[in-house]
């Protein structure tokens, strides 16, 4: 579980060997996934695949869960 209370708080750019889905508990978080935005709010599921290069920016306050699926790991 990842929760963060500063706005625009931001992770570093990079990528993960498993899928990774992420759930919007509170708040609203960006992730920019290979160069493209998407918003996930409250209520939102996510899943970024293995290997695609990632990074989260916190709009708001947030708590987001994170799950890791590494059955497809490399």
Not at 10 to 23: A, K, W
Not at 42 to 69: W, Y
Request: aromatic residues 10%; charged residues 20%.
């Amino acid at each position: 579980m990842f929760l963060n209370f500063i706005q625009g708080a931001n992770s570093i750019i990079h990528r993960d060997n498993y899928d990774v889905y992420l759930y919007g508990l509170y708040g609203e978080t960006m992730y920019i996934i290979n160069k493209e935005k998407y918003i996930l709010n409250v209520g939102d599921l996510l899943k970024i695949n293995n290997s695609e290069i990632h990074q989260a920016i916190g709009l708001t306050p947030r708590i987001v869960l994170s799950v890791a699926d590494d059955n497809n790991a490399r």
